[in-house]
């Protein structure tokens, strides 16, 4: 059986304001709290949430507080502060021989999650998604998994307004010891001759057993009108026990349809792993034919020819409703920008939703994606690499923006962090 994905979004308990946890401070409380699983309060099953109010994701919070003089212009007048979210969640008995995964889209600004008692994850961007194995200690069957986030939205990133809370979507992934990890797969194409390309995928392994294990690879390509273009098998490869290993597919295809601005034509990449044929894991993503390019004559060349970028700089929040953005929403104001003139799109200033850049390769709108912390410390050196790991194999994203707006711009030390 491959994976399976459950989103999260339903049935959240929230709390606006930090929440007091009055606990004694005599040696038996001191010992039993620094044990595994004892965070104590909220994050425990039998604490009560049943007064705090029920909410759906995305939520944010920031949106519905009243507008205040006495706060900044910056964040439109509104507060922000701390929060708290829980809910339970079950995992099927039948899942305790496979990789239970938990995945957030986007927290703002600052938070900690908790699992069972457990603090297990802290993120400090609210425009990185991130991703925890929670494998070890989830509970199978019949017994709740208790999920408790605690937001810090004082803390901000930006001087514009930023939200608050789980403003993206929450997901639950089960894979089986031997899968596609995150953002595991890379596609590459090259234009080798006219209308002939050379395709590479690249696909990475986790093998997360005891022992070394021959996988198989399978590579299907689906044109955008779904017909099959390209069916490839890989031979074995073998991928050692504990390790990740990447494999790779070569082929190529001819006249393949181009991915442009007014024609933008999507194909999808479906890729199987194999163990005995058995079918372990499956994967997909999208790519699309076209060449870019840089000509200090011509300017920015797209497909062979020169385009005039007519862009805009946008904020991932909308009118009234903030950063908890509808899906629909996305392709709605993708649509009206295309209606004015506009065919570049500059996310400013942070990773956008994944369903904002989902509309711009489905409608053909040029993309400049921008990372929101200009940092070589490993936390915003990780939120850099997340940005291209996600958001490599869009047809619509043509750069990559890293330094915006930084006073370091023009100096020796902005120069040296740059380049690292």
């Given at each position: 059986m491959p994976r399976e994905r459950y989103l999260l979004n339903r049935d959240w308990h929230f709390h606006l304001g930090e929440v007091e946890n009055a606990i004694k401070t005599d040696h038996g409380v001191i010992y039993s709290t620094a044990k595994a699983g004892a965070c104590q309060g909220i994050p425990q099953a039998d604490y009560d949430v049943s007064q705090w109010q029920k909410v759906d994701l995305p939520?944010?919070?920031?949106?519905?507080?009243?507008?205040?003089?006495?706060?900044?212009?910056?964040?439109?007048?509104?507060?922000?502060?701390?929060?708290?979210?829980?809910?339970?969640?079950?995992?099927?008995?039948?899942?305790?021989?496979?990789?239970?995964?938990l995945g957030f889209e986007g927290v703002s600004s600052r938070c900690t999650v908790y699992l069972n008692g457990t603090e297990i994850f802290h993120n400090t961007s609210g425009y990185t998604p991130f991703e925890m194995?929670?494998?070890?200690?989830?509970?199978?069957?019949?017994?709740?998994?208790?999920?408790?986030?605690?937001?810090?939205?004082?803390?901000?990133?930006?001087?514009?307004?930023?939200?608050?809370?789980?403003?993206?979507?929450?997901?639950?992934?089960?894979?089986?010891?031997?899968?596609?990890?995150?953002?595991?797969?890379?596609?590459?194409?090259?234009?080798?001759?006219?209308?002939?390309?050379?395709?590479?995928?690249?696909?990475?392994?986790?093998n997360q057993t005891e022992k070394d294990t021959e996988v198989r690879i399978s590579t299907t390509l689906v044109d955008p009108d779904q017909e099959l273009e390209v069916n490839i098998n890989n031979e074995g490869v073998v991928c050692e026990a504990g390790e990740e290993s990447q494999v790779e597919t070569e082929f190529t295809i001819e006249d393949p349809k181009v991915w442009d601005i007014e024609e933008p034509n999507i194909y999808e990449v479906i890729t199987k792993v194999f163990v005995e044929d058995e079918l372990v894991d499956s994967d997909k993503t999208i790519c699309g034919f076209r060449t870019i390019a840089m000509d200090p004559k011509k300017?920015?060349?797209?497909?062979?020819?020169?385009?005039?970028?007519?862009?805009?700089?946008?904020?991932?929040?909308?009118?009234?409703?903030?950063?908890?953005?509808?899906?629909?929403?996305?392709?709605?104001?993708?649509?009206?920008?295309?209606?004015?003139?506009?065919?570049?799109?500059?996310?400013?200033?942070?990773?956008?939703?994944?369903?904002?850049?989902?509309?711009?390769?489905?409608?053909?709108?040029?993309?400049?994606?921008?990372?929101?912390?200009?940092?070589?410390?490993?936390?915003?050196?990780?939120?850099?690499?997340?940005?291209?790991?996600?958001?490599?194999?869009?047809?619509?994203?043509?750069?990559?923006?890293?330094?915006?707006?930084?006073?370091?711009?023009?100096?020796?030390?902005?120069?040296?962090?740059?380049?690292?």
């Open positions: 939520h944010d919070w920031s949106i519905h507080t009243p507008f205040d003089k006495e706060n900044v212009a910056d964040w439109g007048y509104k507060s922000r502060g701390k929060g708290w979210y829980r809910r339970s969640f079950a995992v099927p008995e039948d899942a305790k021989d496979k990789k239970i995964l194995d929670i494998t070890d200690i989830v509970y199978f069957g019949n017994v709740p998994n208790t999920l408790a986030v605690f937001v810090d939205a004082s803390v901000w990133e930006g001087w514009w307004y930023e939200g608050a809370g789980i403003y993206r979507h929450v997901w639950l992934n089960i894979k089986n010891p031997i899968h596609i990890p995150q953002y595991g797969l890379s596609i590459r194409m090259e234009e080798i001759e006219e209308n002939t390309w050379k395709v590479n995928l690249f696909t990475n392994i986790c300017g920015f060349l797209l497909n062979g020819r020169p385009v005039k970028l007519f862009g805009t700089c946008n904020h991932q929040d909308f009118g009234g409703i903030g950063v908890a953005v509808p899906d629909a929403l996305h392709e709605y104001r993708i649509e009206r920008l295309k209606a004015m003139g506009s065919n570049a799109y500059r996310c400013a200033h942070g990773m956008p939703h994944k369903e904002l850049l989902d509309a711009c390769d489905r409608m053909g709108m040029l993309v400049i994606d921008e990372n929101r912390n200009f940092e070589t410390s490993e936390e915003g050196l990780t939120q850099l690499r997340t940005m291209v790991l996600r958001d490599r194999n869009h047809p619509s994203v043509i750069m990559y923006s890293i330094f915006n707006e930084e006073p370091l711009q023009g100096t020796e030390e902005g120069k040296r962090m740059a380049q690292t």
